[in-house]
């Protein structure tokens, strides 16, 4: 079956310093992966869309890099964090299959910046 | 205008009522439609799926989709404490394309009162 790892998951940074956020799927090959940031009253915003090794799509400017270095790992990157980067990090990867795409999530990395 | 709009709520309703909650989308190439539930510090779980127009049911669940109106619609019934949660709607456009990507609704917080 299929699983997916998202660590660590509470993290607490002081401003201005570096982010390094990891997430794995297993059972799977060639999934899309996603990373998304869930902000206190501002909902699920995709920040990162991966179809491949190498192949990353931005979809919203911003203080945060992501890389895909394997088939199923997926990193969310950041040289200096900023207060408005505190929120809950989710990732996940998709699927698609006869009648439906679906994504299935980490349990999240709450960050808070200070 | 956002490709998916719902209401943040929260929204309240006493135990054994029927919860309405909607989204409305402005991308006519959606097809697939898809209802998460995501319990607080966890990730989101799919919870219900459709594709094109029309309903699904399943247990207390109906899900609903009106194509012509772009508007998607899921119905809790017989409501229960344990409904209490974060209910986003999701949507994507096309199966077995690599560019599939999911979009999602900000959320709705749904409260449950006893």
């Known amino acids: 079956s299929q699983t997916i790892h998202q660590w660590p998951a509470t993290l607490v940074q002081p401003v201005g310093s570096p982010l390094s956020l990891e997430c794995t799927v297993e059972g799977t090959s060639n999934p899309n992966l996603y990373w998304y940031r869930q902000a206190a009253g501002r909902g699920l915003q995709l920040l990162f869309y991966s179809v491949g090794i190498g192949q990353i799509s931005s979809e919203v400017p911003q203080n945060l890099s992501a890389s895909r270095p394997q088939d199923r790992q997926f990193i969310l990157s950041s040289k200096k964090l900023l207060l408005s980067d505190s929120g809950f990090y989710l990732c996940a990867w998709s699927v698609s299959r006869v009648g439906i795409t679906e994504a299935f999530f980490g349990q999240g990395t709450r960050l808070t910046v200070v | 205008q956002k490709e998916v709009e719902q209401d943040p709520g929260p929204l309240s309703v006493p135990e054994g009522a029927i919860v309405s909650l909607n989204c409305t989308y402005s991308?006519?190439?959606?097809?697939?439609f898809m209802w998460y539930r995501q319990y607080s510090r966890k990730g989101p779980e799919l919870l219900m799926y459709?594709?094109?127009?029309g309903n699904k049911e399943d247990g207390r669940f109906t899900a609903q989709v009106d194509k012509s109106s772009k508007y998607i619609s899921l119905f809790i019934r017989d409501s229960q404490p344990s409904d209490s949660a974060t209910y986003l709607c999701?949507?994507?456009?096309?199966?077995?394309?690599?560019?599939?990507?999911?979009?999602f609704g900000k959320g709705t917080r749904l409260h449950i009162l006893p």
């Open positions: 991308n006519s190439a959606f097809q697939y």
């Open positions: 459709t594709y094109s127009s």
């Open positions: 999701a949507m994507s456009a096309r199966w077995g394309n690599r560019d599939d990507k999911i979009i």
